[in-house]
């Protein structure tokens, strides 16, 4: 079942042809004096600082940051982002584009929990220029000298760029299919890649954003704290502004993390403006369960006109719990939309932005095993149903459920495996001729009305139901047992609804080689509301397996409780299964067991 359209104005000769990044000087010419993007540092004042770019001053710093780019390296040449999340990096970001140079959007060295993630990007991309910042220097040179890593040619610092330069910079044709930067994906089933984004890409994929999110209200505004290194912060933050010459107010992922109710209150604090924001959906569940009645005193969410929740599984009990938190501080019930993306397609897939709340349809869980969605009646028994979310629909390109093994369409209400096709789908991984063409060289077998290639594979199962797709998990993931198709997301929440030691959204469900069938291991954090002296091993394992054998019909092989942190994550918050099923086989787990046998 193939759902969207292309948008005619993105074709070849069409009007939208234009690279986005030359519509900064079209907005500086405009709208100088207009907001274009707004730092909010909290480190400076726990009730935040901001600094604000007008479009002119933008385009002005971002000019001569290409001029002083190109002093350092030649066109096609990679740039690495070593910075602080401020107004630098968004500059510096804007600067490599004029400079036909290809953005590697990262992070300082000293950002916690990332460091393989960085390591591994940095050295794939073999960057001929850092840019940092002064202050940020000693970490970066720290990093070059504790890893095995090439040496840049030069290190720039974004916050002592000669703005006289941007006098100095003369325009250069920029090719629609012209390399713009690099987008590591987040690892989740394998080492980060480099996906190779062009202007293109990111051009068409900032429409089809506006569109699925149709932002005809007047005075829109983005706000973010989504890290700019994550194709979902970057394509939210930086580019959707340039469509229209709109604002954007950021602050960076710490000030989220220490505080989350600092979202809530940027995005109250836009009055008179209609305010567009997005997040995975830990971040909706963490904000909900930190909100008070005296946080939210004095708030007034009326103007949040759409956030979007992807970039993993969403779960129906966070669109519940978000939306009870919030209703009193007048979120519409329609503001929620739940989405799907990926680093391959740019980021934006679909979303469901109809201004209605969000749709959750209840479906047998057996006939899922078997690859059909059928949607269960209320009176179905509860241990035999799954709740799905529905992502929505297509802007701008093309989505099939396709068979993986015939390459032919699957009809509405069957499972396959998800594939894209349109101008946001990139050119492949960077330096990676063979996993580039497994992932973006699909040809369909029966094409009919449909173009027959190239189709990007996105490795995630789904179905299409009363033209809204639902997404049913990684296909990598998938956990066959005996000869049944059992999602690990399913099995991770009835694990951490079998007791209340087990934390929530930190369990991984996976499958290790056994000598009939795949034998499932199930690995769960210790919740940190439990502490080690009133843990009881024996109780938590026998409830998981027993709840997971009543609701799914098979035994776990080995259910493995860890201390809090544990569980491996990708940058973007999603569990990482193939990363902990690697540190079980390694048998490196800190275990809780470990834990309470160091203490006797």
Same mark, same amino acid.
């Given at each position: 079942m193939a759902l969207?359209?292309l948008?005619?104005?993105?074709q070849?000769?069409?009007?939208?042809?234009t690279p986005?990044?030359?519509?900064v000087?079209r907005?500086?010419?405009?709208?100088?004096?207009?907001?274009?993007?707004t730092f909010?540092?909290?480190?400076?004042?726990p009730a935040?600082?901001?600094?604000?770019?007008t479009?002119a001053?933008a385009?002005?710093?971002?000019?001569?940051?290409?001029?002083r780019?190109r002093?350092?390296a030649?066109?096609?040449?990679?740039v690495?982002l070593l910075?602080?999340?401020t107004?630098e990096?968004?500059v510096?970001m804007?600067?490599s584009?004029?400079?036909?140079l290809?953005a590697v959007?990262l992070f300082s060295p000293?950002l916690?929990?990332?460091?393989?993630?960085?390591?591994g990007?940095?050295?794939?991309?073999?960057?001929a220029v850092i840019?940092t910042?002064r202050?940020a220097?000693?970490h970066?040179?720290? /990093?070059l000298?504790?890893h095995d890593v090439p040496?840049?040619?030069e290190?720039v610092f974004?916050?002592?760029i000669d703005?006289g330069?941007?006098g100095t910079w003369?325009d250069e044709?920029?090719?629609?299919?012209?390399l713009?930067?690099?987008?590591?994906?987040?690892?989740?089933?394998?080492?980060?890649a480099?996906v190779?984004?062009?202007?293109?890409?990111?051009?068409?994929?900032a429409?089809?954003l506006?569109?699925g999110?149709?932002?005809e209200r007047p005075?829109?505004?983005?706000?973010?704290?989504?890290?700019?290194f994550?194709?979902?912060?970057? %394509?939210?933050?930086?580019?959707?502004?340039?469509?229209?010459?709109?604002?954007?107010?950021?602050t960076?992922?710490?000030s989220?993390?220490?505080?989350?109710?600092r979202w809530?209150?940027l995005?109250?604090s836009r009055?008179g403006?209609?305010?567009?924001?997005?997040?995975?959906? /830990?971040?909706?569940?963490?904000?909900a369960s930190?909100?008070?009645?005296?946080s939210?005193a004095?708030?007034?969410?009326?103007g949040?006109?759409t956030?979007?929740?992807?970039a993993e599984?969403?779960?129906?009990?966070t669109?519940?719990a978000?939306a009870?938190?919030f209703a009193?501080a007048?979120l519409?019930p329609?503001?929620q939309?739940p989405?799907?993306?990926?680093?391959e397609?740019?980021?934006f897939?679909?979303?469901?932005a109809?201004?209605t709340?969000p749709k959750?349809?209840?479906?047998?869980?057996?006939?899922?095993t078997?690859?059909v969605?059928?949607?269960?009646?209320?009176?179905a028994?509860?241990?035999?149903?799954s709740e799905?979310?529905?992502?929505g629909?297509p802007?701008?390109q093309?989505?099939a459920?396709?068979?993986?093994e015939t390459?032919?369409?699957?009809?509405?209400?069957?499972?396959?495996?998800?594939?894209?096709h349109?101008?946001?789908?990139?050119?492949?991984?960077?330096?990676?001729?063979?996993?580039?063409?497994e992932?973006?060289?699909g040809?369909?077998?029966?094409p009919?009305?449909?173009?027959?290639?190239p189709?990007?594979k996105?490795?995630d199962y789904?179905?299409?139901?009363?033209?809204e797709?639902?997404?049913?998990?990684r %296909?990598?993931?998938?956990?066959?047992?005996?000869?049944?198709?059992?999602y690990?997301q399913?099995?991770?929440?009835?694990?951490?609804?079998?007791?209340?030691?087990v934390r929530?959204d930190?369990v991984a469900a996976f499958?290790v080689?056994g000598e009939d069938?795949?034998?499932?291991?199930v690995?769960?954090?210790?919740n940190?509301?439990?502490?080690?002296?009133?843990?009881?091993?024996?109780?938590?394992?026998?409830?998981?397996?027993a709840a997971?054998?009543?609701?799914?019909e098979m035994?776990?092989?080995? /259910?493995?409780m860890?201390?809090p942190?544990?569980v491996?994550?990708t940058s973007?918050?999603k569990?990482a299964?193939?990363?902990?099923r690697?540190n079980?086989?390694d048998g490196?787990?800190?275990?809780?067991?470990?834990?309470?046998a160091g203490?006797?």
């Amino acid at each position: 079942m193939a759902l969207g359209s292309l948008l005619p104005e993105l074709q070849p000769g069409g009007s939208g042809r234009t690279p986005l990044i030359e519509r900064v000087a079209r907005w500086a010419q405009e709208k100088p004096d207009a907001p274009a993007f707004t730092f909010v540092d909290y480190s400076l004042d726990p009730a935040g600082v901001e600094t604000t770019l007008t479009w002119a001053e933008a385009e002005r710093r971002a000019r001569a940051t290409a001029a002083r780019l190109r002093l350092a390296a030649d066109p096609g040449e990679r740039v690495a982002l070593l910075l602080p999340q401020t107004l630098e990096y968004m500059v510096t970001m804007l600067g490599s584009m004029y400079a036909h140079l290809v953005a590697v959007p990262l992070f300082s060295p000293d950002l916690p929990g990332h460091a393989d993630r960085l390591i591994g990007a940095y050295r794939d991309s073999e960057p001929a220029v850092i840019v940092t910042s002064r202050d940020a220097l000693p970490h970066v040179e720290k /990093f070059l000298a504790d890893h095995d890593v090439p040496r840049p040619r030069e290190i720039v610092f974004a916050d002592e760029i000669d703005l006289g330069l941007a006098g100095t910079w003369r325009d250069e044709p920029i090719g629609f299919d012209e390399l713009a930067y690099l987008q590591y994906t987040s690892g989740s089933t394998r080492s980060p890649a480099g996906v190779r984004i062009t202007h293109g890409n990111v051009t068409a994929n900032a429409a089809q954003l506006w569109a699925g999110w149709a932002p005809e209200r007047p005075d829109p505004e983005l706000v973010s704290w989504l890290p700019l290194f994550h194709d979902m912060g970057l %394509i939210a933050t930086m580019a959707l502004p340039m469509v229209n010459g709109d604002h954007a107010i950021y602050t960076d992922p710490v000030s989220f993390i220490m505080n989350p109710m600092r979202w809530v209150r940027l995005i109250a604090s836009r009055p008179g403006r209609n305010v567009y924001t997005a997040g995975p959906n /830990f971040a909706y569940e963490y904000v909900a369960s930190m909100a008070t009645p005296e946080s939210l005193a004095g708030l007034d969410l009326g103007g949040l006109v759409t956030c979007l929740n992807g970039a993993e599984p969403i779960r129906p009990a966070t669109l519940a719990a978000f939306a009870g938190a919030f209703a009193g501080a007048g979120l519409r019930p329609g503001a929620q939309a739940p989405g799907y993306g990926l680093a391959e397609a740019t980021v934006f897939v679909t979303a469901a932005a109809e201004d209605t709340p969000p749709k959750v349809v209840k479906v047998d869980r057996d006939a899922l095993t078997e690859g059909v969605l059928r949607v269960s009646g209320a009176s179905a028994a509860a241990e035999r149903v799954s709740e799905l979310v529905s992502c929505g629909r297509p802007v701008g390109q093309l989505v099939a459920i396709v068979d993986p093994e015939t390459r032919t369409e699957r009809p509405d209400g069957r499972v396959g495996e998800i594939w894209v096709h349109g101008p946001n789908t990139a050119l492949g991984y960077w330096r990676n001729s063979e996993r580039s063409q497994e992932t973006f060289a699909g040809e369909l077998a029966e094409p009919g009305g449909l173009p027959a290639g190239p189709w990007m594979k996105t490795g995630d199962y789904g179905a299409v139901h009363e033209g809204e797709l639902y997404v049913t998990g990684r %296909i990598k993931d998938l956990i066959i047992v005996d000869g049944r198709n059992h999602y690990p997301q399913d099995v991770e929440l009835t694990t951490q609804e079998a007791h209340p030691a087990v934390r929530p959204d930190h369990v991984a469900a996976f499958a290790v080689p056994g000598e009939d069938t795949e034998l499932l291991v199930v690995v769960a954090e210790r919740n940190r509301r439990v502490p080690l002296a009133r843990l009881d091993l024996e109780e938590v394992e026998s409830a998981v397996r027993a709840a997971v054998t009543v609701e799914h019909e098979m035994s776990v092989h080995a /259910f493995v409780m860890v201390e809090p942190g544990a569980v491996s994550r990708t940058s973007s918050g999603k569990v990482a299964r193939a990363a902990t099923r690697r540190n079980y086989l390694d048998g490196v787990l800190p275990t809780s067991a470990r834990r309470l046998a160091g203490r006797g």
